[in-house]
């Protein structure tokens, strides 16, 4: 079993960044990029994204670099590949897991309950929001582009923390994207 990672070579954040993976299975994956100090929420499905100033950490933790076309071979190989086609569904099946967990209802579009793992980047839709929380006893951070995210995301917020406190939690830690059902 051995954790492959590829080149930064994709921009975001004023960095580049690359993918870690497993060839073996997802828990070999999540100790080699606690090992190499990735934070959790860099986990996204299958992978976690990586930025380039993490190569000594991910070197010191015994990854191997590899190119983004054989790293995309292994992944194939390792049968933990979720497809592109594939994770708008994968998203919700999560979503819905943990909303029913909590006991949420209705499901937002994507929902992480716990600190693994992140939710789809902000539509670029009025009302739309993006929040995290990494620690129920801190403000939680949201994204929105319109005083209709801000409100909707702070109506969300009360309601997921009465819930994770209904649940024994000090409140709600994770990640959410939602807003308006978007129009056809």
Known sequence: MTVFADTPRWPRHGTLWGHLISDASLAELHEAASRAGLPPRAFDLDHYDWPAASRPGLEAAGVRFVGDRELTRIL???????????????????????????GLSPVPRDLIVGPLGHVDPLPAEPGAFRLTREDPAQPARIEAHDAAGRRAAGRLLEQLDRLARAAGAEGFTGQVMDGPAPSR
């Open 76 to 102: 194939l190989r390792s049968g933990l590949r979720v497809k592109l086609s594939e994770r708008p569904a994968a998203r919700a099946r999560r979503s819905a897991e943990h909303a029913a967990e909590l």
